[in-house]
């Protein structure tokens, strides 16, 4: 929509699947991703496209599975299905709400969601759908967001939203350091350069070649997408160079 006053048009909003066991310590608490999808219908409803891609850490993650002795490929595709699981979840949370949604899945998985094609999906943003993005980036040995940092750029994002337990990048773990410092701005290579943790590797350098904007930011008070979208300076923006 032309007439936004929103500080960005498009974004791809990553989440992990840890985030919506909320207190279970397995699956899916359905009051999290309740708010998650009122959140995101919310932002949606301002003029934004939105994008989602959902991790499956909440069912099972292939590194996990493999340390337990299992195949490392076959459990990072059990891994890729948990996002599809996971995509499921929160398309009947946002249709329950009246909200159009689309799954597209990197994994041919035809009966239960189209397959990612990016063309079609800038369509459906364009329409007014909301896309949630499973299966990944669809390979093994990769990450959820690996998987958000690679949509993003396909669909030409503005910003990578990554919601986090934590509101924002820290110099250190502040649960373990009270004293931690936040940073408010960060550059690409500020975080390379101070081995700060934003993203995986993978992930984080996909970003910084195509100049992606990243914010993380804390889920957890509700608005906090919509604000960010108006432009205020919640959490941790990467973005630049030097
Ligand atoms: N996965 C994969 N390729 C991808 C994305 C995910 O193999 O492109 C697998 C991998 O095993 C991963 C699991 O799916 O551990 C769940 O994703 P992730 O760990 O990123 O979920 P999150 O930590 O965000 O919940």
Not at 22 to 28: L, N, Q, S, T
Not at 148 to 158: F, K, W
Not at 220 to 237: F, K
């Amino acid at each position: 929509m032309s007439s936004s006053p929103l500080a960005y048009r498009r974004v791809l909003l990553k989440v992990s699947g840890e985030a919506l066991m909320g207190g279970e310590d397995y699956g899916i608490d359905p009051k999290v991703i309740g708010r998650l999808a009122d959140e995101v219908i919310e932002a949606q409803k301002a003029g934004a496209e939105v994008g989602v891609v959902i991790g499956g850490g909440n069912i099972f993650r292939g590194a996990g599975l493999a340390a337990g002795g299992m195949d490392r490929v076959t459990g990072d595709q059990m891994g890729m299905l948990a996002t599809v699981i996971n995509a499921l979840a929160m398309q009947d949370a946002l249709e329950k709400r009246g909200a159009r949604v689309r799954v597209m899945s990197a994994i041919k998985i035809n009966d239960v969601c189209e397959d990612y094609i990016r063309r079609r999906a800038i369509r459906h943003l364009e329409k007014g759908r909301i896309g949630i993005f499973a299966a990944g980036t669809g390979n093994p040995f990769f990450t959820t967001d690996s998987g958000a940092a690679l949509r993003a750029i396909e669909i030409g994002a503005d910003l990578l939203l990554k919601a986090t337990k934590v509101d924002g990048v820290y110099d250190a773990d502040p649960k373990k350091f009270p004293d931690a410092k936040r940073y408010d701005r960060l550059t690409y290579d500020e975080v390379l350069g101070q081995g700060l943790e934003v993203m995986d590797t993978a992930a984080f350098a996909l970003a910084r070649d195509s100049d992606l904007p990243l914010r993380i930011f804390d889920m957890s008070q509700p608005g906090v997408l919509l604000r960010i979208l108006r432009g205020e300076n919640i959490g941790t923006l990467v973005q630049g160079r030097a």
